[in-house]
């Protein structure tokens, strides 16, 4: 039987573990809720498009995509985005209709609670 160990990107099992500690310290569940999502295998991790960003968000929203945020669609709102990845075109896309790209640790700095923030996966 083979172990399961976990994320190997290094700089992701960091970021599961300040997550872990953060919601222990804040008393904020949220965070650890994203660490478990973050902590699946590589095939159930989620990829989130722009699209759906559209469709499930209103404007001046703030949002947590623990995973990729992709560029496949239109945006016509304005939200800030927290996620653990960006793909290129989705940061322009982001930023061009005047909302904000954020590293989940970003967010935790502006909102420590998780307050008002919806979780999209």
């Not at 929203?61 to 960006?86: D, M, Q, Y």
């Not at 940061?91 to 979780?119: A, Q, R």
């Amino acid at each position: 039987m083979v172990k399961r160990t976990g994320p190997t990107n290094p700089y992701l099992r960091q970021e599961i573990e300040n997550l872990k500690k953060k919601s222990i310290e804040l008393k904020a569940p949220i965070w650890k809720d994203i660490a478990k999502k973050l902590a699946k295998p590589t095939r159930q991790r989620i990829n989130v498009n722009l699209s759906d960003i559209q469709r499930h968000v209103d404007n001046g929203e703030t949002i947590v995509v623990p995973g990729v945020v992709l560029a496949s669609g239109v945006l016509s709102k304005k939200v800030n985005v927290a996620a653990w990845r960006f793909s290129t075109a989705a940061k322009e896309k982001i930023k061009n209709v005047g909302g904000e790209c954020l590293t989940i640790e970003n967010l935790i700095d502006k909102n420590p609670k998780g307050s008002n923030v919806k979780i999209i996966s």
